[in-house]
C-alpha cells in the first residue's frame, strides 16, 4: 500500500503515533504525550509525561495509574488542538471515559476506535458512530465464530440465578473484570430489589468512580466488610476477579455457584465447563458489530488491530481497502517505495 505522504496515525514500536500532533494512542511505554482511550491496563501504562483523555475517565486513569500523574481531560465531542492537528473523543460504549479518537489534518480525518462495543451498556455511554477517510479498529472477536444475541436482559438473567441459589442457601460468585464488567453488572442490577451485592476490594474504588460520575449502580458491600460480621456467607452474590480463590475469606463460604460473565463464553473460551453458569456479556463488539460499524464510518481505508487476518480477507472482499495496523509503519521504516508490498 502506497501512502503519497506519511499516513496521519503511524505504528511505531510504543503504538500508535500522531507526529503532526506529537502524541501517542494507548502507548505501551512511556511517553511525552499520551492520549488515552480508556482505563484497562493495556492501554493506560504508568510513566507518561503527560495523559490526555476523556473527562468522565479520569479518576479511573488515576486509581489505575496513580492520583499525581499528570491528565488533561475533555468532553465527548469537545474540539482541542495538539500540534497541527484536531482532535476529540466520541464515546467507545466499552466502559466508563472510553473513547474513539478523532483526529483531523486538514480534511483528512482519522479514527482510532480504541476498544469498543455497540452493545447496550448502562454503565457508560453508548458508541457514537464517527465518519471518517481512515478508520483504525479493534478486532479482539474478529472472527465469524463470535457472534451472540443482542439486548440480552443480563440484569435479569443474573438476578434470577442468584435468587434460584439464594433460595437453597447457596451463595453465587461471578466472575468478570474489575474494570467495566463489574460496574456494568452492578448497573444492569440498580432496578432490582437489591439489599447489597457484596464486591471484592480491587473492585470497590473502580466502582466509586462510576458512582461519582452519575452512574446508578445497585449497593454494594465490601468483602472486608462481610467478613467482620463473622457469620457464614449465605445466599450472596460475589462480584470478583478469579484470583478470589487463593485469598483467606474463603473459610466464611458456604456454599456456592460460579458463574462467568464473558464474550469468551460464546465459544466456549476461557474454561467454559469449569463454571457452573456463563452469562456471555463482552466488553468488545462481535463480529457483525465490527463489520456494521467499519461500514458505518464509511471509511475508506481500515486498518485492523488484534486479532486482523479473518477480519481484514472478509473486508476486502467486501472491496474495502483493509490491512493489518502494523503497514502503517513511519515512511522511514517502510520498504523503499517502488517496490511491491504483498499483503497478507
Ligand atoms: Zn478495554
Ligand atoms: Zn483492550
Not at 34 to 57: C, F, M, N, Q
Not at 60 to 89: M, P, Q, W
Not at 130 to 159: L, N, R, S
Not at 169 to 195: C, H, M, T, W
Request: glycine residues 8%.
Amino acid at each position: 500500500m502506497h501512502f503519497s505522504s506519511e499516513p496521519l496515525i503511524t505504528w511505531t514500536e510504543k503504538g500508535l503515533y500522531c507526529e503532526a500532533g506529537g502524541f501517542y494512542i494507548d502507548p505501551h511505554r512511556a511517553v511525552d504525550v499520551a492520549v488515552v482511550t480508556h482505563a484497562h491496563s493495556d492501554h493506560a501504562r504508568k510513566g507518561s509525561k503527560l495523559y490526555i483523555t476523556e473527562k468522565s475517565g479520569v479518576e479511573l486513569l488515576k486509581t489505575r495509574l496513580g492520583k499525581n500523574i499528570s491528565v488533561t481531560a475533555f468532553s465527548y465531542r469537545e474540539s482541542f488542538t495538539l500540534g497541527d492537528v484536531t482532535v476529540s473523543f466520541h464515546s467507545a460504549g466499552h466502559i466508563l471515559g472510553s473513547s474513539q479518537v478523532r483526529v483531523q489534518k486538514g480534511s483528512e480525518v482519522w479514527v482510532a476506535s480504541g476498544d469498543y462495543k455497540r452493545d447496550r451498556d448502562p454503565s457508560c455511554e453508548p458508541f457514537e458512530v464517527v465518519t471518517c477517510d481512515a478508520f483504525i479498529t479493534e478486532a479482539t472477536f474478529g472472527t465469524p465464530k463470535f457472534v451472540w444475541k443482542k439486548d440480552q436482559p443480563h440484569g435479569e438473567m443474573i438476578y434470577e440465578w442468584w435468587k434460584e441459589n439464594a433460595e437453597k442457601g447457596i451463595n453465587s460468585i461471578v466472575f468478570g473484570y474489575s474494570l467495566g464488567k463489574a460496574q456494568r453488572i452492578l448497573a444492569e442490577l440498580a432496578p432490582f430489589p437489591v439489599d447489597h451485592i457484596i464486591v471484592h476490594p480491587t473492585i470497590v474504588a473502580l466502582t466509586q468512580c462510576y458512582r461519582d460520575e452519575g452512574r446508578q449502580l445497585a449497593k454494594t458491600m465490601t468483602l472486608q466488610e462481610r467478613i467482620k460480621q463473622k457469620s457464614k456467607l449465605q445466599g450472596e452474590l460475589i462480584l470478583a476477579p478469579p484470583s478470589i480463590f487463593n485469598e483467606e475469606w474463603k473459610e466464611f463460604l458456604g456454599p456456592y455457584k460460579t458463574a462467568f460473565a464473558s464474550g469468551w463464553m460464546q465459544s466456549g473460551g476461557w474454561g467454559r465447563g469449569s463454571y457452573d453458569k456463563g452469562f456471555v456479556m463482552s466488553d468488545h463488539a462481535d463480529w457483525n458489530d465490527l463489520n456494521r460499524t467499519i461500514m458505518e464510518t464509511q471509511a475508506k481505508k481500515v486498518f485492523v488491530q488484534h486479532r486482523n487476518g479473518a477480519l481484514v480477507r472478509h473486508l476486502r472482499g467486501q472491496g474495502i481497502d483493509a490491512h493489518p495496523v502494523e503497514i502503517l509503519k513511519p515512511l522511514i521504516d517502510r520498504i523503499p517505495s517502488g517496490t511491491n508490498l504483498t499483503l497478507i
